[in-house]
Nanobody
């Protein structure tokens, strides 16, 4: 059973940076597509960024140029470097693993103050 554990969330001022991590247990991380999603209060969960097992990435328009997704298959870990944070980036950020099915982490809160 694969489990995902996010870390790195917190409170930061606008313009600041945070780095989220997602650690995966189990043996399928290296062959799975990984993604970061976020859900703000009263809004639907949305894709922030995703990265394939080959390392190809894509981003939501709202974060392009500010966020960078990466993965370390040797460590079974995915990262999201978030720079130039804005108050509208405030949300719970979830890690997702897709391989046949979909597995979610428990989420980590990111709060950006103005």
């Amino acid at each position: 059973q694969v489990q995902l554990v996010e870390s790195g969330g917190g409170l930061v001022q606008a313009g600041g940076s945070l780095r989220l991590s997602c650690a995966a247990s189990g043996g399928i991380f290296s062959i799975a597509t990984m993604g970061w999603y976020r859900q703000a209060p009263g809004k639907e969960r949305e894709l922030v960024a995703a990265i394939t097992k080959e390392g190809t990435s894509n981003y939501a328009d709202s974060v392009k140029g500010r966020f960078t997704i990466s993965r370390d298959n040797a460590k079974n870990t995915m990262y999201l470097q978030m720079n130039s944070l804005k108050p509208e980036d405030t949300a719970v950020y979830y890690c997702n693993l897709r391989f046949v099915g979909s597995i979610w982490g428990q989420g980590t809160q990111v709060t950006v103050s103005s």
